[in-house]
């Protein structure tokens, strides 16, 4: 099971002027110590369109971490706006929080950004180059979209381990024209040799 | 009876593995297959016992779920206590879970759609050892040890109090290890496996008791499970799947020699599970017409592969109750209530059936107390010390008391415990770090949090550590559950990460197919390449970093032993040691044959003269020897020259004749010479005394501190008390001890207080006491007392290290005590009690006698310990007396206040606590603690 667990992100300076640095404050869990850091990103979706345009605000490294929960701000700075479509300022768009060990990415912490001016004039009639000193940067806080994915939190010889130790079982109860260089991928190998009692 | 199908109980027709119902009766867990991961869900128990509940939406019904065991639980078990509740499951793990004491998150961070969890669980210890599927846990009584089984064919026992200590791994069966039970009073652990077998175990010595095939010869299609069961009065086991006349049968096995002459008959399919009642009922009184002398008997359901429950006594030929096809498949599992009346039961078919009986069907269940009665009319050992449900129903006579109960209880809790209602009984919150309170560090969190460059530029955040874990720090979590139309174009961003990481998602957002989803091959290749890149990096890092972990100096426990191999020493045999203790005792072992003993005239070997030795002194500071004689000729008189080396700083000595042994303490150097006299140097050189001439030659000379001790060939032993210049021992002729054919000396001693001690071949060891002249008996190897005590149970983990003092020197590191206790299962209780009685006191007045202080100190606990468990309550009281002495002054009391330097009164406040653990004795316990705080406001 994972080692880190977040147990929350708050937004900090939210809503706030789209020049401001983005500022999180991040609560995690830690279930032992970790031998190493682990890897904190920001990412700025520049475009909906094209991944092209993500930009990686900042990322740092977080430790040492023991057992315990702790916290931490990351704070990073507003997106370079030279990197970003036009047609893409105003708008929603999201900004991203991602968490690696040992580089492997284990919770992807998602929310929506709604840039917007202000200014009911500037809202009806929005220049053409976007006026990015007017525009104010909203992170909906209230709805994160987290999603977590397993990773190998030990070493590099346990990885070895794992792979090693892939039950055989379901492979003997292949059909004999089966050979045991066509077995199916592992990810169609049943979790439980229980369930093909 | 009633019958229940909770529908609500599922796991969305997967199978359950198993079920276990908390102590407290309110809640049970259930564990199996989850969506792509094992599962274990704690339900709430109101919502099955009453039917208005049930329709009440505001009664929760699932109160937690943990997804977090990789691969399908296959055992749920709550320790005794409620807890902890531990899981072990196909991912090879065990985890134990505890309720987290802070409130919320309601939800897991980010599952906005998911039920919410009611409570907390929290996985505060992952134990790895096994190396296949885990197939049963099991709490010890107590909860001093939890075991687990698995199909790697071992059984695992975890320290339950120091997780994840192995305390031993039982090695034997030859097949998956499907099952196990302990013995309720804590003697045995068994287990059954697919090899056929029913093996018990000793918790004494973790050696197999007994091994039991006969009835599982026949066996033959392999069950998930077998999960046998212990009677709740100890007396017998019920196995899983046995066979008898190739029916199956669930065997039944006596304690009482293991014998297997009866069992359960009538299921058509193998019995996979067995649960006994954890009540002792007795017949129902009917209407007033006291049928006296009807005997206790057991409830136990037995569930099997083919589909049905049976329910017996075993007061009853026949069973209670038969229910057929109750499930669709086989049942896995079956868990009381712990007041007996009610029984939950799960199947592979992924439902939950509940039964309810009545007092009219099943008798009236014993109370704790009658139950106690029983096991201590059969086992002699009282279980109730620190059987919780038993204590409740102590009143507590004195606040005093009840401050202590409740301070233990405080710190047995502090971790951030949370009991049932725990946390209903302390709505405050108080978020607060080293005085500072949460929201305050929030507030400047970025201006205090450290932040550091690495050496490649990198920002580094040292995070703040809000909480230890299990301290119960609270932290509010703010939550709002506004929601916002998603914008699909943008939900891919959320769940989609690089391929180059291997991994399963488990997205908790509902993974829409964007109709924007654009192609990124390029972008996931050139991420691929830059992530494998940086993970390879940090394997070499990781390597790197294991290299470099300096090795760690082994310590062996109570003490480093320094053995010192001497070139050109007398006796090529003899060995020094050197213990780096806060006695630095010196042995000398001489080989036996050499010691000649006719009884009359007793000769003790003494040393052949050597040209030249050295020898180490003492290694703190380390003070060498080197001894070289006859080194020069003056005047027709041969010198011999005595050379010290101490911290570098050398000087040297001429004496007159030649040098035999030469000895010494950090204190002072003593040294005998072949014309019977010895010489006594100070630390720098001095001569303190001028030589002393003794009537033989000396055969062995030790020095601790400023005592010296000198065993002349005569079989006589003196020993001097150099700074006060007085003789503690004046020649006491050795024949008292040595009286007897072909007894040697083994081993000589003399301790930091200056009581010389004296190991026999026999294994016998002596002591002289100077003040009463005697010798007395302080070890003996061979004394059945010791072997047949019982007394591990009155060690703690720290205790059972041992002390190291000369007692233990003389009695062998590894004390054969106990060692035959375990073969004394049969003999009676008051007997056995009486030999470790014996041997306890014999251990404290040995101690007193070695002036060890510290060995006192650890057997007079020990001893308090056992005279509280097995309630010598005179003994205590004379004990404390003696240890508390008068509290009003008066000239003519000969108490003396202190012991071996201890104040008796510090001893006291440390034995007071141990007498409190047991309830029974708070009246002892008040009465000396008043009498104590009395004195200390004095």
């Keep these: ?197 | 009876m009633k019958l229940l199908k909770p529908s609500w109980v599922n796991h969305n027709g997967k199978p359950i593995f198993s079920v276990d119902i908390h102590p407290d009766g309110t809640k049970f867990a259930t564990g199996g297959q989850g969506d792509d991961s094992g599962k274990v869900v704690i339900w709430n128990m109101a919502p099955v016992l009453r039917e208005e509940d049930e329709k009440n939406e505001n009664v929760p019904k699932m109160l937690c779920q943990m997804d977090n065991h990789l691969a399908c639980v296959n055992c749920v078990r709550w320790s005794n206590n409620g807890l902890y509740l531990a899981s072990g499951g196909d991912d090879k793990l065990v985890m134990v879970w505890k309720r987290a004491a802070f409130i919320g998150p309601s939800t897991v961070f980010g599952s906005s759609s998911k039920l919410a969890n009611v409570e907390q669980w929290r996985c505060v210890t992952i134990l790895r050892n096994h190396t296949g599927d885990v197939m049963d846990v099991a709490w010890s009584p107590h909860d001093m040890w939890l075991a687990s089984c698995s199909v790697d064919n071992t059984i695992v026992i975890w320290n339950a109090r120091k997780f994840p200590e192995i305390v031993t791994s039982l090695k034997g069966h030859t097949g998956l290890v499907k099952g196990l039970t302990w013995d309720p009073v804590g003697k045995y652990i068994a287990s059954q496996a697919d090899d056929h077998s029913l093996k018990v175990w000793r918790t004494m010595d973790w050696q197999l008791e007994t091994n039991i095939t006969k009835p599982f010869n026949e066996c033959g299609g392999t069950t998930h499970v077998l999960r046998l069961s212990w009677s709740p009065d100890g007396q017998y086991i019920v196995s899983a799947h046995a066979m008898n006349n190739s029916g199956p049968t669930a065997q039944i096995i006596e304690r009482d020699g293991w014998k297997t002459n009866m069992d359960f008959v009538g299921h058509r399919k193998a019995v996979t599970v067995v649960k006994f009642n954890p009540k002792i009922f007795k017949k129902k009184q009917k209407n007033g017409s006291s049928q006296k002398g009807s005997c206790p008997y057991c409830c136990c359901a037995v569930g099997s592969k083919d589909r049905s429950l049976s329910v017996w006594l075993t007061s009853l030929k026949r069973p209670l109750v038969v229910i057929h096809d109750l499930f669709d498949k086989s049942i896995m599992d079956i868990t009381w209530i712990l007041n007996g009346l009610g029984i939950l039961v799960c199947s592979m078919d992924g439902t939950v059936a509940f039964l309810d009986f009545s007092q009219d069907e099943l008798g009236d269940p014993l109370s704790e107390e009658e139950k106690n009665t029983i096991h201590q009319n059969i086992y002699g050992k009282s279980l109730a010390i620190t059987m919780e449900t038993q204590l409740s129903t102590t009143v507590i006579e004195n606040p005093e008391m009840l401050k202590y109960q409740q301070e233990r209880q405080g710190a047995e809790h502090a971790n951030a415990v949370s009991g049932p209602g725990h946390e209903s009984q302390t709505p405050k919150l108080t978020n607060v770090v080293n005085g500072e309170s949460l929201e305050d560090i929030r507030k400047n969190l970025l201006k205090k949090q450290v932040e550091t460059r690495t050496a490649d530029g990198r920002r580094r955040i040292t995070p703040l550590c809000i909480a230890q874990l299990d301290t119960g720090i609270v932290l509010l979590m703010q939550h709002t559950s506004t929601k916002i139309e998603p914008m699909k174009a943008l939900d891919s961003r959320f769940t989609e990460r690089s391929k180059a990481t291997p991994g399963v998602s488990i997205s908790s957002s509902p993974a829409g197919v964007s109709p924007l989803d654009r192609v990124k091959d390029i972008s996931t290749l050139k991420d691929s390449k830059l992530k494998e890149d940086t993970s390879s990096d940090s394997e070499d890092k990781i390597a790197s970093k294991a290299l470099a972990i300096p090795k760690r100096k082994t310590e062996i426990d109570g003490g480093e032993v320094v053995e010192k191999r001497k070139k050109g020493r007398p006796r090529k045999d003899a060995k020094l040691f050197c213990f780096r203790l806060t006695q630095t005792p010196v042995i000398s072992e001489k080989e036996p044959s050499r010691v000649a003993a006719p009884a009359a005239l007793l000769r003790l070997p003494t040393p052949s003269v050597q040209k030249s030795f050295t020898s180490q002194v003492c290694a703190e500071p380390s003070v060498y020897l080197e001894v070289e004689n006859e080194v020069s000729t003056v005047s027709g008189s041969r010198l011999s020259q005595l050379r010290c080396c101490r911290d570098g700083r050398e000087w040297d000595a001429l004496l007159p004749s030649r040098i035999t042994i030469a000895t010494g303490s950090c204190d002072l150097l003593a040294v005998s010479c072949e014309d019977r006299t010895l010489a006594i140097f100070s630390a720098c050189g001095r001569k303190l005394i001028p030589s002393i001439l003794l009537p033989a030659p000396v055969s062995s000379l030790h020095c601790s501190g400023f005592y010296v001790m000198a065993l002349t060939a005569a079989a006589t032993l003196s020993v001097w008390d150099v700074q006060k210049q007085i003789a503690l021992v004046k020649n006491e002729s050795l024949h008292t001890v040595l009286s007897g054919a072909d007894i040697t000396i083994t081993q000589t001693l003399l301790t930091q207080q200056g009581v010389p001690v004296i190991g026999l071949s026999n294994g016998k060891s002596y002591c002289f006491n100077s003040s009463l002249e005697t010798w007395n008996l302080i070890a003996d190897k061979q004394d059945s007392l010791v072997q047949c005590a019982d007394f591990r149970n009155c060690l703690t983990s720290q205790d059972a290290m041992g002390t190291t003092g000369p007692l233990s020197i003389m009695q062998g590191r590894n004390i054969s005590a106990g060692r035959l206790a375990t073969r004394l299962s049969s003999t009676p209780h008051h007997l056995q009690q009486g030999m470790t009685l014996a041997f306890l006191e014999n251990q404290l007045s040995s101690s007193l006698t070695l002036s060890s202080s510290t060995e006192y100190r650890h057997w007079l606990i020990i001893y308090t310990r056992f005279l509280v468990n097995e309630g010598y309550e005179q003994r205590l009281r004379e004990l404390c007396k003696d240890l508390l002495g008068p509290v009003h002054k008066s000239s003519g009391s000969a108490w003396e206040p202190n012991v071996l330097g201890l104040r008796k009164r510090d001893l006291l406040m440390e034995v007071l606590p141990v007498i409190g653990q047991n309830l029974r004795f708070q009246r002892l316990f008040t009465e000396y603690q008043d009498q104590l705080e009395l004195l200390r406001n004095k």
């Design chain 1, 1 to 197: 099971m994972a080692k880190v667990q977040v147990l929350n992100v708050a937004v900090l300076d939210n809503p706030s002027p789209f020049g401001n640095p983005f500022q999180f404050e991040i609560t995690f869990e830690c279930m032992e110590d970790l031998p190493e850091d682990l890897e904190w990103k920001i990412i700025y979706v520049g475009s909906a369109e094209s991944e092209e345009y993500d930009q990686t605000l900042d990322s740092v490294l977080v430790g040492p971490v023991p057992a315990g929960r702790h916290m931490f701000v990351f704070q990073a700075e507003a997106p370079n706006t030279a990197l970003i479509p036009e047609s893409d300022a105003v708008g929603v768009t999201v900004v991203l929080i991602t968490c690696t060990y040992r580089g492997q990415e284990f919770i992807r912490i998602g929310y929506y950004v709604n840039n917007e001016y202000t200014d009911p004039e500037l809202r009806e009639n929005p220049p053409i180059r976007p006026n990015y000193t007017q525009l104010q940067r909203n992170i909906l806080a209230s709805n994160p979209r987290v999603t977590r994915f397993h990773i190998n939190w030990e070493g590099a010889a346990d990885k070895m381990e794992d792979s090693e130790n892939v039950d055989p079982s379901p492979n003997t109860m292949l059909p004999p024209s089966c050979l045991p260089g066509k077995a199916p991928p592992l990810a169609l190998v049943p979790d439980n040799s229980m369930d093909c009692l």
